[in-house]
């Protein structure tokens, strides 16, 4: 039994240990591409252990084009946009948190290509962010994340944003939901606490809770 476990803790503590790092974009490649490693500190393209900064003072557009590496986390102070197109769909996926103090833009460019979004985490649209949906040339919209939304979620006409909240909370604290086209938070809990809610904001298989605090609204439920 002794020689075993000596032999176990020799093995645990030879393992490598994957540490998290900070990947920042420069911007010294293209400029505008999230796969073009030469845009970021250390000239490769953000994985799984990253957690990746997209800072204020190179705030430029930054295209996500395609399915890139998940990373572990993200902070945005751009315009970060996914273009579903020639390289087929958009998808960006966080495994932690992400917090947006710039613009999520999701419209394509060419074809009928998804755009989307997938946080492990909580998705914080900050007071100074917002996330956009426009239908570009088709295809459909998708999120999935807990959010708390202090800014701007803009739905414009002509694409709807679903929302897949099965297990998770879609915080509405301040700022406004504005919904041209559709918005639906399916099978989680949508709280409502403070901001707006204007046009049409859906929550289906899930519940809604209201607090003393929010404004006066029109939220559609729907069962399916």
């Known amino acids: 039994m002794k020689t075993r476990v000596s032999c176990l803790a020799f093995l645990l503590l030879s393992a490598p240990f994957l540490r998290a790092q900070t990947t920042t974009w420069d911007g010294g490649g293209d400029g505008v591409s999230w796969h073009d490693p030469l845009n970021w500190s250390g000239n490769a393209v953000p994985g799984a252990n990253d957690d990746v900064l997209i800072p204020p003072s190179i705030a430029t557009n930054v295209y996500c084009q395609g399915s890139q590496p998940a990373v572990r986390s993200l902070v945005n102070h751009a315009i970060l946009w996914l273009r579903g197109g020639a390289s087929g769909p958009a998808a960006l996926s966080v495994s932690g948190d992400f917090t947006n103090h710039g613009t999520i833009r999701l419209q394509t460019i060419a074809g009928g290509w998804d755009d989307s979004v997938n946080v492990g985490g909580t998705l914080l649209n900050a007071s100074d962010g917002s996330f956009e949906v426009y239908p570009g040339t088709g295809g459909e919209r998708y999120l999935t994340a807990n959010i708390v939304n202090q800014g701007v979620f803009n739905i414009a006409s002509g694409k709807d944003l679903y929302a897949h909240g099965a297990g ?47 404004g006066d609204a029109t939220v559609i439920c729907a069962e399916n």
């Not at 879609?170 to 099978?187: D, H, P, V, Y």
């Not at 204007?198 to 899930?206: D, H, I, L, Q």
Request: net charge positive; proline share 0%; aromatic share 12%.
């Open 168 to 214: 998770k909370v879609f915080r509405q604290e301040a700022g406004s939901i504005n919904a041209t086209n559709l918005f639906t938070w399916a099978g989680g809990r949508f709280d409502f606490v403070g901001g707006r809610l204007t046009g049409w904001v859906a929550v289906r298989s899930g519940s809604l809770d209201v607090a003393a605090t929010a």
